[in-house]
């Protein structure tokens, strides 16, 4: 936009400075030439017209006495001004009398004829053209290494470090000097280290009541004989229960922990946290009973799943985020039969869709070869399928128990050296307040039910980028979705 501003001032103020040269040439040549020819100075004329040359704005001038040629100049392919020996007859041009002040009255003596170009305003602006191309090329630079240095700071580098501080800790027991992550100075990244270091310390209170139990029922075997029994009894069953529930489970876990959304895993905690406290006290009192050990046992069983399930949910978001930064072309391209290809990414979602109540069909009667990147195509349709599922057949949706009315279509047909694969569902459809949104990154409707809000931000990034194609959606709310995707068949790299 600056640059065709600049464009339009910049022209418009050529012209307007030609115009005005134009204007006061003829205003000297009406001014002086009379004399000259009144007065027969051949000489004074050539230097006239060789002044007036001297403007490259102007590619020719002609004088004539009367109706007849007396002098010119004219400018060649080198742009050199010579002497013209005849007039230009087949040359338009603009013209103008000279009119002689007499003492009476004033008298025609003859004309000029001029013509003018615009080649020098041309070039100016050819010239602007490539001063404003090669600044923007510069800007763009800047931009890109400014955004590329941004992005290594906000998200890779605490990313990183995140990773690398989780594979520290699933590789050690945990230990009160080494378990917390430190501090980041970006919000996002900070609040789930806080909330890291809140459960990790919340699992250490669960750990350090279980230790105090074993040296409680240790007190208590010196005791008596009965109780000793019991307590050692009860002491076994609690170090093997919670060897697999807490030691195993969450120990193993802590690496996926960090992202786990945070209400599910505070509220599991503390659940697990106020029962081993109410579990402790028993103990103390001596009020033990076997089902009550057991029931302990099956809530931290429960708790320890419940966290366990949602951490993988969080790690899922993690993977899914650095799928958005990390360059696409990474992966290989090779040719495949496109038909094939599709039944075979259907086949590998089989457990995916086993328990929904969902037919899918794929429609593709022509032989398609591609040199494409299919595992971005596989993405494209695992992503389109968990979307499906999550969105347009959910229960709350309305979906059909019985799965006979809920269907994906995949058809693809070749248009050219083209490829266009279209998705369509007849589930729920998208609100015409959402549409212009679902490509944003983590925009969802499904947050509590686990949508992270990347599924389809991906696809548009692996069908726009690493196809090279388009994609396009198609819905409206209890109609159905329909997305329309076009790449080229062989992509050349």
């Not at 697990?272 to 050990?293: T, W, Y």
């Not at 978001?317 to 992966?331: C, P």
Request: proline share 2%; charged share 25%; hydrophobic share 40%.
């Amino acid at each position: 936009m600056s640059g065709a501003i600049s464009y339009y001032h910049t022209e418009k103020r050529l012209e307007s400075e030609l115009s005005d040269y134009l204007n006061r040439m003829k205003l000297r040549m009406e001014t002086v030439v009379p004399g000259v020819l009144w007065n027969f100075d051949d000489i004074q004329l050539a230097r006239i017209l060789d002044a007036e040359m001297s403007y490259p704005g102007i590619t020719a001038i002609e004088v004539y006495n009367g109706d007849l040629f007396l002098d010119g100049r004219s400018r060649n392919a080198e742009g050199e001004v010579v002497k013209l020996k005849q007039a230009l007859s087949s040359e338009k041009g603009v013209e103008f009398a000279l009119k002689y002040n007499g003492a009476e009255s004033q008298k025609v003596l003859g004309h000029v004829k001029y013509i003018a170009s615009r080649k020098l305003i041309e070039k100016q602006l050819s010239e602007q053209v490539i001063e404003k191309i090669i600044e923007i090329i510069i800007l763009d630079l800047l931009i890109v290494l400014a955004l590329s240095r941004s992005l290594q700071q906000i998200v890779i580098k605490p990313l990183s470090l995140l990773r690398d501080r989780l594979s520290y800790i699933a590789e050690r027991d945990i230990a009160y000097n080494d378990i917390d992550l430190p501090r980041n100075p970006y919000q996002e990244i900070d609040e789930v280290s806080v909330g890291y270091n809140r459960i990790a310390h919340r699992l250490q209170d669960d750990v350090s009541n279980l230790s105090r139990t074993e040296i409680a029922m240790r007190q208590a075997k010196e005791e008596a004989e009965t109780a000793l029994l019991q307590l050692k009894e009860t002491q076994q069953n609690l170090v093997q229960s919670e060897k697999m529930a807490s030691l195993g489970s969450l120990v193993a876990g802590v690496a996926h922990e960090i992202n786990t959304p945070v209400g599910v895993i505070l509220t599991s905690a503390s659940v697990l946290r106020d029962e081993s406290a109410k579990f402790r006290q028993m103990i103390e009192g001596g009020q033990v009973k076997k089902s009550e050990v057991i029931n302990y046992s099956e809530t931290a069983e429960q708790s320890s799943a419940l966290i366990m399930s949602n951490a993988s949910r969080a790690a899922d978001l993690i993977q899914s985020f650095k799928r958005v930064a990390v360059d696409q072309t990474s992966e290989v391209k090779r040719d495949f039969e496109l038909n094939a290809y599709l039944n075979e990414i259907l086949m590998s979602l089989r457990p995916l869709i086993k328990h929904a109540a969902v037919s899918i069909e794929i429609n593709c009667h022509e032989e398609i070869r591609m040199d494409s990147f299919p595992g971005a195509l596989s993405q494209i349709l695992t992503n389109l399928l968990n979307n499906a599922l999550l969105h347009a057949f959910a229960p709350s949706n309305g979906a059909a128990i019985g799965g006979q009315d809920n269907q994906i279509i995949v058809s693809a047909h070749k248009d050219g050296d083209w490829v266009e694969l279209e998705f369509s569902d007849n589930g729920a459809g998208i609100s015409e307040s959402f549409i212009n949104k679902i490509f944003d990154p983590f925009f969802t409707t499904k947050r509590a039910n686990g949508g992270s809000g990347l599924g389809l931000n991906i696809v548009f990034n692996l069908v726009t980028q690493t196809l090279g194609g388009s994609i396009q959606v198609h819905s409206k709310e209890g109609e159905g979705t329909r997305f329309v995707m076009r790449f080229p068949s062989h992509i050349n790299n």
